[in-house]
């Protein structure tokens, strides 16, 4: 017991989340290891980014505990940053502010230190995921769906949390971007050794990046370990999911 | 393992052996800038620097950049810096930062202050160009979808025309009566306070009557409206314009003036002209009240006082503008809302603008109106 809290990021026992009398998760228990990179699978609308903003505290929940690196949590989101960053879905850039100062936000929020410091340690977040000095001055508005996205993981990584959430990395990005960032989250995930959680639906993503991925369905988790042990998986949805017509042609691909 | 940062600096002959110690994380980040610009005197005094990291118990980007910024310094000048001991878990990290801020940016020049005010005004002149642009194309527009609409009647957005007037008119009906039955108290009561030291209480009535129905109900009215019901024409499109819905529209080969537009403004049109009437019927009722209770005058003699000193002449001068200025809101805040752009900053600065504009409009378009009824005898 004592080993499994040391080697789990995340820990979520019987956790319980509904929207009046519909519920959403029903006692739901899952562990993020320690440095992996955890996939989540499942229906649309059936409850992933529930899980994720509950982990996070977005959404106050009914039943038992989560713990984050062995600390349980509180409904409250203060300090919230040094423990994880978040890639929201469509980037959550705050639009009034520069790529530099975005960077800069949790930064400056959190920490005392010089401008000129702090100039360099934005830049360096945007050079590490792939963009150049040059547009840090432009405003999220002037930005493609691959850079904001790029920008938003900077944001995200701007404290060096520990934790990492991504909430469907890779939707809207075309296969070329879509490849690139999961090699940018496999680099920076060995480079600054995160326990990476994400959302997806990518099965390329799926296959390359994700040392395990959870399904989720039926508000729990009803699989869960490497992408060769889910394909073997009996449960109804999981095989539709995996064996679906899509996914067939993918696997049968990459063969 | 230190919970604190520390950094020894040892210098031995001319190199100097720098050893990191404890968590250079960016938790400790005052602690760790003060170490680092305490060393930068030694580091550009000794021809050689060696960063021995055995002694880092942990590391993130902030500490390896502050470290792989010293080792900078030292070789910026030609010098040697090298880093020993880089445990396994940090050389990814400490190697990522080597790539790092290598290209120095072009410092931004200052500009000119002057010229940066000159330039400001020259954009303001050519924006207000572009704004005189923007109404008379729209208004345009309007008349244009008008026609279309005259010449095939089934063609007019009922529904939406019906639902505006519900939401601009009925719907606005008991704030303008509260506002304005309080302007019409206030004007009674200054006019029978100061008009009872020459004794010429009676003209009270004529001062409520005429200022109400000529100038301040409708104005008052239409100010309202431009600020409850033109912010909310302005940001209603803009948030559509932003989530692509108009775009969405014309793809459809539907003309969005018609459609979403031609209904509001019409609705204006037809709402202020009415809420500036019950306005101004509320005003007079407001200054009858306290005729009344302060000014000791009985209700049927302001009745037959308001009677003498006002005409329908005076009703038309008020009225007549409501349509105009409903249609100068109108037409600013749908071509402010069709102006912003994809931030949410640009939204409300629009909104600011569209209700700002109005207003101006609005008085000024009420100053050109009591020139020309002046003129034609009104």
């Not at chain 1, 080993?3 to 228990?29: K, M, N, P, W, Y």
């Not at chain 1, 469509?90 to 410091?117: D, H, I």
């Not at chain 2, 008119?169 to 506002?179: E, S, Y």
């Not at chain 2, 709402?271 to 209770?293: E, K, N, S």
Request: hydrophobic share 50%; with cysteine; glycine share 10%.
């Amino acid at each position: 017991m004592d080993e499994s809290q040391e080697v789990s990021a995340i820990r979520v026992r019987d956790l319980v989340v509904g929207f009046g009398r519909q519920t959403v998760l029903d006692h739901l228990s899952l562990d993020v290891r320690r440095g992996e990179i955890l996939g989540l699978v499942g229906a649309s609308g059936g409850g992933k980014s529930v899980l994720m903003r509950t982990i996070i505290g977005l959404i106050p929940r009914q039943g038992r505990s989560i713990e984050v690196m062995g600390q349980p949590i509180g409904g409250r989101t203060e300090g919230a940053a040094t423990t994880w960053g978040i890639l929201f879905q469509q980037g959550a850039l705050f639009s009034s502010l520069t790529v530099r100062q975005n960077v800069q936000f949790p930064l400056r929020e959190n920490l005392v230190l010089s401008q000129e410091l702090m100039d360099e340690i934005a830049i360096a977040k945007l050079e590490m995921v792939g963009l150049r000095a040059q547009d840090a001055d432009k405003y999220p508005s002037e930005l493609s769906g691959g850079m904001t996205k790029r920008v938003s993981l900077a944001r995200a990584l701007a404290l060096d949390p520990p934790i990492l959430f991504l909430d469907e990395p890779t939707s809207g990005l075309d296969p070329i971007a879509a490849g690139d960032f999961d090699a940018l989250i496999r680099t920076l995930q060995k480079t600054l050794g995160l326990t990476v959680f994400m959302v997806t639906h990518d099965l390329a993503s799926l296959t390359t990046v994700c040392d395990r991925v959870a399904a989720l369905a039926d508000g729990k988790i009803v699989a869960i370990g490497p992408m060769r042990e889910l394909l073997q998986s009996e449960h109804p949805w999981v095989r539709a999911y995996f064996h679906g017509k899509r996914s067939q042609m993918l696997q049968h691909q990459m063969r | 393992m230190n919970s604190e940062p520390l950094l020894l600096a040892t210098p031995s002959g001319d190199v100097l052996k720098l050893r990191p110690e404890g968590p250079w994380t960016a938790a400790n980040v005052s602690v760790l800038e003060t170490l680092s610009r305490s060393v930068g005197a030694d580091v550009d005094r000794s021809s050689a620097v060696t960063l021995d990291m055995s002694g880092v118990s942990a590391l993130d980007t902030l500490g390896a950049w502050i470290l792989e910024k010293l080792s900078r310094r030292a070789a910026s000048s030609g010098r040697s810096a090298e880093f020993v001991g880089v445990a396994d878990h940090f050389s990814g990290l400490m190697a990522e930062v080597r790539q790092v801020n290598r290209r120095t940016p072009t410092p931004a020049t200052a500009p000119n202050p002057v010229l940066l005010r000159l330039g400001d005004l020259g954009k303001a002149t050519v924006g207000a160009r572009e704004d005189v642009t923007i109404f008379l194309q729209m208004l345009g527009a309007l008349f244009v979808a008008l026609i279309g609409v005259l010449r095939r009647p089934r063609s007019l957005r009922l529904t939406s025309l019906v639902y505006q007037l519900y939401r601009i008119g009925w719907q606005a009906i008991p704030i303008v009566v509260l506002i304005t039955f309080l302007i019409g108290a206030i004007i009674a009561q200054q006019g029978f306070f100061h008009f009872r030291r020459f004794g010429a209480e009676s003209y009270t009535v004529d001062m409520v009557g005429i200022l109400v129905l000529r100038e301040l109900g409708v104005l008052i009215v239409a100010i309202m409206v431009a600020g409850r019901s033109g912010s909310a024409y302005t940001a209603e499109l803009g948030s559509m314009k932003m989530r692509e819905e108009i775009d969405a529209l014309s793809t459809m080969g539907l003309d969005p003036v018609h459609v979403l537009i031609l209904p509001r403004v019409a609705a204006l049109v037809i709402a202020l002209p009415i809420l500036a009437f019950i306005g101004a019927v509320a005003a007079l009722y407001g200054g009858g009240l306290v005729a009344q209770f302060y000014g000791g005058m009985a209700p049927a003699i302001y009745i037959a006082r308001l009677h003498e000193a006002i005409s329908v002449t005076h009703f038309e001068v008020g009225i007549l503008k409501a349509p105009f200025m409903a249609l100068v809101i109108g037409i600013v805040a749908c071509s402010e809302g069709l102006r912003v752009k994809g931030s949410a900053e640009s939204l409300g600065r629009q909104t600011t603008t569209s209700v700002v504009k109005s207003i101006f409009l609005v008085i000024v378009l009420d100053g050109l109106f009591a020139i020309f009824f002046a003129s034609i005898g009104m």
